[in-house]
């Protein structure tokens, strides 16, 4: 996908996501030219759910004509790319277009992304009647329809403990407990409704909380069982069962706690997991000037985190469920992303932030793989 910034709902007002009406969100055209030089059976073009509504709309359906109407649009298009090609454009039919999210497939992560597959027009010309469904096949597998992770999510802990919920509840019980007097510290108005609606109504239990926290009402016992056994599965897959992250060291130095001023370590032991620096609002902990949700916010350790981002300081680093941690690792960072912990990273800390937090989560490129085939298979 092209570069996403222009794109993106987390720059805020529309004035400040341009779309296609300033040239940085105008590169879909090269990805458009790629197509034309190119003529692969399948593409798939990734990018954030703000591109939907960029531009009132009208950067989607622009791109969407590209892709679906080519062999028409390209003289349009190679005005911006500055390309000599002509005639001979093949279209592309449109297999799947729609935001998916991460959490649905297996990722411990709350991370949408518009998903756009397209299949060269030639390859079901003698078989129209496979691509209803196709499309029904790879729309079932990337928005998680059969998926178990769709209601039961994997949760931040499983991964940075390497141990499926049900045997977690000592951890989780000493994670909450450090948060026993945060109200009497804070006392706002915001602290004392989460001693109310949060914390008074917390079991210390994994499991009950987790299906409390995360508004799962199980059928019964044995789909709770079946659930936490695919969790246990998806931990072997990975390569994270039996295998706690805390005090790991790496190769590429992606696990090492990075320093936080006395000030900011201050602030975050007043906020408890899953809120933010409005938690301290009007105290002497208070971040002036700052109305984004993502400052200073912690992720649960029984809901999947916050979309992990690439860039940005002043608070928006990713921030630990524990009391006495600050900012995530990078290693962190990517078990909340899928990635192996045999992938290693290279570059300055800040670099590999970047890498880890534009990349598609892994577990998400695989299923994007499987409904390629899928339509490779279906297809002339």
């Given at each position: 996908g092209p570069p996403c910034q222009d794109f993106s709902i987390v720059r805020g007002p529309e004035k400040e996501r341009r779309g296609i009406s300033v040239r940085r969100g105008r590169l879909y055209a090269h990805f458009v030219r790629a197509l034309v030089h190119l003529t692969p059976k399948v593409f798939v073009f990734e990018n954030v759910p703000g591109l939907k509504s960029a531009n009132r709309g009208v950067a989607y359906k622009t791109i969407i004509e590209d892709f679906a109407k080519l062999n028409l649009r390209w003289e349009e298009v190679r005005k911006i790319t500055g390309?000599?090609?002509?005639?001979?454009?093949?279209?592309y039919l449109i297999v799947f277009s729609d935001v998916v999210d991460s959490a649905h497939l297996g990722v411990p992560q709350k991370r949408r992304r518009l998903i756009i597959i397209g299949v060269r027009e030639d390859l079901f010309r003698e078989n129209w009647g496979a691509l209803g469904a196709v499309k029904q096949r790879v729309e079932s597998i990337l928005l998680g329809k059969n998926s178990i992770f769709r209601k039961y999510p994997l949760t931040p802990l499983e991964v940075f403990e390497g141990k499926p919920l049900q045997e977690l509840s000592d951890e989780y019980r000493e994670i909450m407990e450090e948060y026993r007097d945060v109200v009497n510290s804070v006392k706002t108005e915001r602290a004392l409704r989460w001693r109310e609606n949060v914390w008074e109504k917390l079991s210390f239990d994994a499991v009950k909380d987790y299906l409390k926290l995360n508004g799962i009402v199980p059928r019964g016992e044995s789909e709770i069982e079946e659930a936490l056994k695919e969790h246990a599965e998806i931990l072997k897959k990975l390569g994270y069962y039996g295998r706690r992250l805390e005090g790991r060291q790496f190769p590429d130095r992606s696990n090492i706690v990075p320093k936080e001023s006395e000030d900011v370590l201050a602030r975050l032991k007043m906020i408890p997991p899953d809120e933010n620096h409005l938690f301290v609002r009007g105290t002497e902990w208070e971040v002036e000037g700052r109305d984004m949700s993502l400052i200073y916010r912690r992720i649960h350790p029984?809901?999947?985190?916050?979309?992990?981002?690439?860039?940005?300081?002043?608070?928006?680093?990713?921030?630990?469920?524990?009391?006495?941690?600050?900012?995530?690792?990078?290693?962190?960072?990517?078990?909340?992303?899928?990635?192996?912990?045999?992938?290693?990273?290279?570059?300055?800390?800040?670099?590999?932030?970047?890498?880890?937090?534009?990349?598609?989560?892994?577990?998400?490129?695989?299923?994007?793989?499987?409904?390629?085939?899928?339509?490779?298979?279906?297809?002339?």
């Open positions: 390309n000599s090609i002509s005639g001979g454009v093949r279209n029984l809901k999947p985190s916050y979309t992990v981002v690439a860039y940005g300081g002043g608070g928006t680093w990713g921030y630990h469920y524990r009391r006495c941690r600050g900012k995530l690792t990078n290693r962190e960072r990517a078990r909340l992303q899928t990635f192996p912990d045999w992938f290693l990273f290279k570059g300055s800390a800040s670099e590999v932030r970047a890498q880890i937090g534009e990349a598609v989560p892994p577990l998400l490129g695989q299923k994007i793989a499987e409904a390629v085939e899928i339509i490779l298979r279906s297809g002339t």
